[in-house]
Each structure stands twice: as structure tokens, then as C-alpha cells.
């Protein structure tokens, strides 16, 4: 048996994160069924889709959101739309970040 953290874990999480690619690829919707959690703290974020969601399992938490980016250019302000996920653990500090990844949203077809 092993313990969390160690190689047999990080191989059997990248195993599960290869199903996961494999059966999208395949685009076999009985596979993602068995790959993807169910339950209420279950996430899937696709551009379009603005959202607010705060989940807690234990001593890991998510958010996953959408960013809105104010930036400026030549005295012109312009507002840029992100899709983040947020992962945070919890330890004698607090709540502390540990991964964010953001991804752009395409502008709609004019």
C-alpha cells in the first residue's frame, strides 16, 4: 500500500487524466460516464459558460470563475473575458493557492 504523494499515486492520476483524453478523443460518452465524478461538486467549464462555483473536499477547495481583465492600450480600456480554475489547500495558514490555470474566451461570431 502506499502512501498520497508517492509515484504509484502521481501514475495512477496521470492513468485516469489519459482515460479522460482518450475517451474525449473518441468521443465515447459511456467512457467519460465512468471517467468523469458524480456528484454536486462536479465541474465542466467550456467558453460561454460564465460561472461561480466554490467547492470543499477535506483540506482541498476549487473555484473555478470567470476573470473579467481590464487592460490598457493607447488610452483605450478594453475588458477581456477568462475562464480560471483556482486549487487551494488548506493547512495552519489558511486557505493558500497551489494551481491556477486560466484559459481566454473566444468573442462570439459577430
Known amino acids: 500500500?502506499?502512501?498520497?504523494?508517492?509515484?504509484?499515486?502521481?501514475?495512477?492520476l496521470e492513468d485516469a487524466n489519459a482515460r479522460f483524453y482518450r475517451a474525449f478523443e473518441a468521443l465515447d460518452i459511456a467512457e467519460m460516464d465512468r471517467v468523469w465524478a458524480h456528484?454536486?461538486?462536479?465541474r465542466c467549464v467550456h467558453p460561454g459558460w460564465p460561472l461561480l462555483t466554490v467547492n470543499v473536499g477535506g483540506d482541498l477547495g476549487w473555484v473555478t470563475c470567470t476573470e473579467n481583465i481590464l487592460s490598457?492600450?493607447?488610452?483605450?480600456?478594453s475588458v477581456t473575458?477568462?475562464?480560471a480554475t483556482n486549487l487551494f489547500e488548506r493547512g495552519?495558514?489558511?486557505w493558500r493557492l497551489v494551481h491556477h490555470?486560466?484559459?481566454?474566451?473566444?468573442?462570439?461570431?459577430?
Open 1 to 12: 500500500m502506499t502512501r498520497p504523494g508517492e509515484p504509484a499515486d502521481a501514475a495512477e
Open 39 to 42: 456528484g454536486g461538486h462536479v
Open 72 to 77: 490598457e492600450v493607447g488610452g483605450r480600456v
Open 81 to 83: 473575458a477568462i475562464l
Open 92 to 94: 495552519r495558514d489558511g
Open 101 to 110: 490555470h486560466a484559459s481566454h474566451v473566444p468573442a462570439p461570431a459577430a
